[in-house]
């Protein structure tokens, strides 16, 4: 499978930016896709995860309550809805693929990868 990420940009502090996610290729109904981002100097982290069949979800406890994965079966595309931003959320944005382990959070159970879109939140 091969992902696209889109929808990054730089917003002030208190906004919302809904970030997409294209999928196209070898697309499978057990997918689980999930948003993890990387801030400047730190290690990679998770966000959430969507199981691209059946819509559950599940977020690092940190994340829960500003932000919102949702998928559109039709268009091969997840969303990571954030609000409330805050200049910590200031990252590279990657949605990444998996088809075995739901409810991880670990990076590595992530085989396939998108490039990546910059987030910057302004104070």
């Known amino acids: 499978v091969q992902l696209q990420a889109s929808g990054g940009g730089l917003v002030q502090a208190g906004g919302s930016l809904r970030l997409s996610c294209a999928a196209s290729?070898?697309?499978?109904?057990?997918?689980?896709m999930g948003w993890l981002r990387q801030a400047p100097g730190k290690e990679r982290e998770f966000v959430g995860g969507?199981?691209?069949?059946?819509?559950?979800?599940y977020y690092a406890d940190s994340m829960k309550g500003r932000f919102t994965i949702s998928r559109d079966y039709a268009k091969n595309t997840v969303y990571l809805q954030m609000n409330s931003l805050k200049p910590e959320d200031t990252a590279v944005y990657y949605c990444?693929?998996?088809?075995?382990?739901?409810?991880?959070?670990?990076?590595?159970?992530?085989?396939?990868w998108g490039q990546g879109t910059l987030v910057t939140v302004s104070s």
């Open positions: 969507i199981h691209w069949s059946t819509g559950s979800t």
């Open positions: 990444a693929a998996q088809a075995d382990r739901w409810g991880t959070q670990n990076a590595s159970d992530f085989g396939s």
């Open positions: 290729g070898r697309t499978s109904n057990r997918y689980i």
